[in-house]
């Protein structure tokens, strides 16, 4: 379809989306739903913050389509809509980190006395399958590319703005929409958005890896990234813990929401949680992919030996082809986020 006539279709469907077509209506935000949905998860750090924000953003829609004049695009409209939901949302919140954020490293023999942390402290992964969904929508003008724009450091990066810094961050250099765009959608000046941005960017370096995952997992390519997941894969399999610490980086980082305790160092993680106690372990795992990362659910099997349970989303973070980080999440649920099944047959 050409251009021209998409633009005429839009105007048809938002038409009688104005005039209270909830069928059209739904044609009009179905294009923009995975965009808004990453927005969100952007914003708030959280897969279930973002579907209560966007959630809360569609009812305004709704409820405000019929005052929509069109003075702005469809694509900005929304995005105001949602960028005030989610600034909403942060306002009645706590923010969300990840536990090399809440506190200095542990020693492993003390990493589990305080306990866990409620859910809402960190900050949870987010399923590959809705980045494909995006990728197609990437504006030249974006900072980052859209999959280095959800991985975890940017994303725990991004937390600790300040939410209009935040805001004017993601929607100039990860949508790549213009400073006036971005101005209007958080009402306010160009030359104010164009100084939270430069006080924002220069956080975000601040916290930021030097490479990103995108650029090291495509420097690497996709035969030597299933090399390196194989011999992971096998390795815990097999109990095998000296050929896991020859996979990890000498500044490995290994940490497991929801405990606050994290530890750094090859052989302080060599004596944490991550290092399977017996061969063999009982572990198995499926390949998934979090955050434009590699990741696996991992699952034990239990005693009767009937079936193995999720325990695990383990999220790996590269650096060339040692393993810098291993972020585990260790809430069962997430599993169905992902499509995968909480528990196998053994």
Known sequence: MEVGQTLIDERSVLEAARGGDAAAFERLIEPHRARLHAHCYRMLGSLHDAEDALQEALIRAWRGIARFEGRSSVHSWLYRIATNACLDLIAQRRKRVLPVDYGPPSDPARALSGGSLPDETWIEPYPDERIAVEDSYASPDARYEQREAVELAFVAALQHLPPRQRAA???????????????????????????????????????????????????????????????????????????????????????????????????????????????????????????????LGTYLLEPDGRRSVAIALDVLTLRGDEIAAVTAFRDPAIFTAFGLPLELPA
């Open 169 to 295: 961050l993601i929607l100039r250099d990860a949508l790549g929409l213009s400073a006036k765009e971005v101005a209007e959608i958080l009402d306010s000046s160009q030359a104010s958005v164009n100084s939270a941005l430069q006080r924002a960017r220069a956080a975000l370096d601040r916290r930021l890896p030097e490479r990103s995952q995108h650029a090291t997992m495509r420097a690497l390519g996709k035969r030597r990234l299933g090399e390196i997941v194989d011999r992971f894969v096998d390795s815990f399999v097999d109990g095998d813990v000296e050929a896991i610490k020859q996979q990890l980086a000498d500044d490995v980082r290994f940490e497991m929401p929801p405990y606050p305790g994290w530890h750094q160092g090859r052989e302080l993680v060599s004596r944490s949680w991550l290092m399977p106690e017996r061969s063999p372990t009982g572990l198995s795992y499926l390949r998934t992919s979090a955050n434009a990362q590699l990741a």
